[in-house]
């Protein structure tokens, strides 16, 4: 385990020195950007709006029995920007796209794809991980940005039409504006950023990997979707208290 | 992307030289002390028996392996060395010809100019549609190469290299899956090239006519182990039995299934 964990900071290493290439890659970026939108755009704003109805619907009733039916804005949107919009999108991109990329590197790497590249001295580093890194490290953020608007409306939504709440959209969002701020969101896109990079160095590193044939890319994909969420679920532990010392 | 750094001498064929190589695969030895010379600018054929290792040692002499023990030298100098991959243009034909899936046969046949921006996007494509006629395959660029046969692939793989004009090129099995006349073409292609640009040519094969036909030297390998080196004739008068076995054998199935038939 310490041995990956160590090639992979190598390889994020690798990866971050080559970055000055990016503008050379640029259309492949754009190639990997597009595929990751396109593929995960609709499940993206699906998947929010009924975390955000959910969230609303558990704690509606509960805040409005106390008499803190004003707070149940605040409570959406918060939980939405800083937590669940970053780490489910993550997930979410993690099985939809991290495993894309390792199967098809890894597929690549079985069938001598990447050995060609080796002998045409072109640096499978800078041709396959660079532009997957860059597109998925600002898609991710941008995805989550979405995510954290399409939740707070599917909160709203449920917080008006359920009979048990009723909180009209006006004070469900006059509470929400009054309780975020812009560095709550910007907490919340930070860590999407750092959960990107990580999803994007497993994949690759894990597809880079692939030893065997389809079996062995079979593997490979279902290794790399587990370590990523295995990952960020424990990174999210410590990030959110190293964000909650810097920024209380 | 590093540029290759390439000199005056840019179409010179370049000298390789293999010492005492030893490779094994979790403890499976493939190579067991492989020395070969071959001098810049010959056709050098490897023949030898299936398993015999002569992938393996095609991989070392690219770097795309690093061996136990022994080396591999380009112009003296280690292939394992980044520096060795810069300064010379090397190419290879893999066995299953290697093309990158996810792109087209012209992109495929473009990649190394377009990536190290050796040339503007419409010399490329003259290019590609030059090297693509030269190997039977004229109008196939816009062609996935899951679309083409097996064979067709190969031509491609070769084109490929054939638009690196390398200083040195290793095919593995550049005839298998071809009919006799592609080979022909093909091997017509090889010796055309080296005759151009004096690259130095490193081929697998175990096609003996096609082996024979090319070749200005050849080695055969049996069990990771060079048995004999030397021009066409040395090789087929070398005394050794399983060399001569190996040269002459031919189909005789015909004759035992009408003997068993007799019976
Ligand atoms: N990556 C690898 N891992 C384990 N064993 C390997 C590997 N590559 C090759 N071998 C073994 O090395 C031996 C030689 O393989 P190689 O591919 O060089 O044969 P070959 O001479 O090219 O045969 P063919 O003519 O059938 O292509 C085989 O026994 C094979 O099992
Ligand atoms: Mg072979």
């Known amino acids: 385990m310490f041995q990956n964990i160590g090639e992979l900071i190598l390889l994020f290493w690798r990866t971050v020195q080559s970055l000055p290439l990016s503008w050379r890659q640029r259309h492949k970026i754009f190639d990997q950007f597009f595929e990751i939108g396109n593929a995960s755009l609709l499940m993206v704003c699906v998947l929010s709006f009924f975390i955000g109805g959910v969230l609303a619907l558990l704690t509606g009733p509960v805040l409005v029995q106390r008499g803190l039916a004003n707070s149940v804005g605040g409570l959406v ?57 860059v597109a998925i490290a600002v898609a991710l953020p941008l995805l989550v940005i979405f995510s954290i608007l399409v939740g707070w409306g599917g909160g709203a939504l449920v917080a008006a039409t359920n009979h048990q709440i009723a909180v009209s959209f006006q004070s469900f969002f006059s509470n929400l504006r009054e309780v975020v701020a812009v560095k709550d969101v910007a907490n919340g896109l930070f860590k999407s950023f750092v959960y990107a990079l990580v999803i994007g160095v497993v994949s690759c590193h894990q597809g880079l990997q692939t030893i065997g044939g389809p079996r062995g890319i079979g593997r490979s994909v279902t290794k790399s979707v587990v370590n990523c969420i295995v990952a960020i679920v424990i990174l999210d532990y410590f990030l959110t208290r190293l964000l909650l010392a810097m920024f209380p | 992307m590093n540029e290759p750094t390439l000199k005056s001498n840019q179409h010179l064929g370049v000298s390789l030289k293999v010492h005492g190589l ?182 697998v094969s175990h096609d003996r006519e096609f082996a024979f036909g090319v070749a200005d030297r050849m080695a055969v390998i049996f069990d990771g182990r060079i048995l004999a080196v030397g021009t066409p004739e040395e090789v087929r008068s070398n005394p050794d039995k399983t060399i001569q076995e190996f040269l002459n054998v031919d189909f005789h199935l015909q004759k035992a299934k009408s003997d068993s038939k007799s019976k």
Do not use: W
Request: hydrophobic share 40%.
């Open chain 2, 22 to 203: 030893h490779k094994s695969f979790n403890g499976q030895e493939v190579l067991k002390g492989v020395d070969v010379e071959v001098r810049p600018s010959e056709i050098f054929v490897i023949m030898g028996p299936s398993g015999s290792g002569k992938s393996v040692l095609l991989r070392h002499m690219i770097g795309l392996e690093e061996p136990n023990a022994g080396e591999v030298l380009v112009e003296d100098k280690s292939i394992l060395t980044p520096e060795t991959m810069e300064d010379y243009r090397l190419a290879m034909v893999f066995q299953s010809g290697g093309l990158l899936n996810s792109l087209t046969v012209g992109e495929n046949l473009g990649l190394y100019l377009t990536e190290h921006r050796l040339k503007p996007p419409g010399e490329v494509m003259r290019i590609v549609a030059e090297k693509l006629e030269a190997v039977g395959l004229k109008g196939q660029e816009d062609k996935l190469p899951s679309e083409l046969s097996g064979g067709m692939r190969k031509r491609a793989a070769i084109a490929r290299a054939l638009v690196i004009e390398p200083q040195l090129i290793l095919y593995d099995e550049p005839t298998s899956e071809l009919d006799p006349l592609s080979a022909v073409v093909i091997a017509e292609e090889i010796v055309k090239l080296n005759e151009r640009i004096q690259v130095t040519s490193v081929i």
């Open chain 1, 77 to 133: 949107g918060i939980s939405m920007c800083k937590e669940l919009a970053p780490v489910m999108m993550s997930i979410l991109i993690a099985g939809r796209i991290g495993s894309s990329m390792t199967a098809e590197i890894g597929s690549m790497r079985v069938y001598e794809e990447i050995d060609a590249l080796r002998t045409m001295n072109i640096n499978p580093i800078h041709y396959l991980v660079l532009p997957r890194l």
